[in-house]
């Protein structure tokens, strides 16, 4: 067989057992039943000491990217 054939199913492979791992513990059997107020998250992230911050500044980070990508991609 190709090595990389194998290499890629070894890595699907690992990488399920590890969703299988995250995902075993949540208990399925509430979900559902919370309601959750779409205005307690928003404050929660965006006030001062929230996430708002980190928010900007990985959509910054994540635009500089795109950017670096289309330029290194574009040909000459």
């Known amino acids: 067989m190709d090595k990389q054939l194998i290499i890629a199913a070894i890595v699907s492979a690992l990488l399920f057992v590890v969703m299988i791992a995250a995902f075993a513990p ?6 559902g039943q919370t309601v959750v107020d779409t205005s307690s998250i ?5 006030e001062p000491s929230g996430y708002g911050v980190t928010v900007l500044i990985v ?6 990217s795109m950017l670096g990508g289309v330029y290194l991609a574009k040909e000459e």
Do not use: D, H
């Open 26 to 31: 949540v208990g399925w059997s509430n979900i």
């Open 42 to 46: 928003a404050t929660q992230m965006f």
């Open 59 to 64: 959509g910054v980070l994540l635009g500089a």
